[in-house]
T-cell receptor, first 114, second 114 residues
């Protein structure tokens, strides 16, 4: 079974630039999550999708972050414009459902904002 | 707000030593509990989980964890570590009433010296 795929693996940008990350969940997984992991901290949930609908985006900084999962499969997370404090690893995870269920994580995208 | 605390940020020990990592959470309702591990250069993967039943849970690679409801704790243990257990360990919690939103602790980096 293929795991969660993410790209790119690394990205370096300057502040005020835009960046986008892509995630393809495990086949058949209805629920998709984006997490932000700042160095030295645990992952923090940014947004949760159930199929193509948003379940929870309460911790997403909506003035600069956006995410979509238009066809209920892969997803894109965008930052526009980026700030220095957005430097982090962005993790995508998926699970069969939004009920209590094991989440499977991708390798992450390491973003450095200069 | 729900929070998860991991008491040790860094642990260094020798092969064959016993390992115990502490995890406490703040939420008083019914929870599900997880330990995830991230080996160097790899993505987060599930070590073990507790949903209900026997509070002593056994996971992969000889790890186990004990849920003590009265102490709001879910400590991870391994009787005899190996060099290959060098990794970062994350405790995570979700509230049964809030779907599958995971709250992570800050992580513990474990270095096992050969």
């Amino acid at each position: 079974e293929a795991g969660v795929a993410q790209s790119p693996r690394y990205k370096i940008i300057e502040k005020r630039q835009s960046v986008a990350f892509w995630c393809n969940p495990i086949s058949g997984h209805a629920t998709l999550y984006w997490y932000q992991q700042i160095l030295g901290q645990g992952p923090k949930l940014l947004i949760q999708f159930q199929n193509n609908g948003v379940v929870d985006d309460s911790q997403l900084p909506k003035d600069r972050f956006s995410a979509e999962r238009l066809k209920g499969v892969d997803s894109t997370l965008k930052i526009q414009p980026a700030k220095l404090e957005d430097s982090a690893v962005y993790l995508c995870a998926s699970s069969w459902s939004q009920m209590t269920d094991t989440q499977y994580f991708g390798p992450g995208t390491r973003l450095t904002v200069l | 707000a729900q929070s998860v605390s991991q008491h040790n940020h860094h642990v260094i020990l020798s092969e064959a030593a016993s390992l115990e990592l502490g995890c406490n959470y703040s939420y008083g309702g019914t929870v599900n509990l997880f330990w995830y591990v991230q080996y160097p250069g790899q993505h987060l993967q599930l070590l073990l989980k507790y949903f209900s039943g026997d509070p002593l849970v056994k996971g992969i690679k000889g790890f186990e964890a004990e849920f003590i409801k009265s102490k709001f704790s879910f400590n991870l243990r391994k009787p005899s570590v190996q060099w290959s257990d060098t990794a970062e360990y994350f405790c995570a919690v979700n509230r049964k009433a809030a779907g599958n939103k995971l709250t992570f602790g800050g992580g513990t980096r474990v270095l096992v010296k050969p």
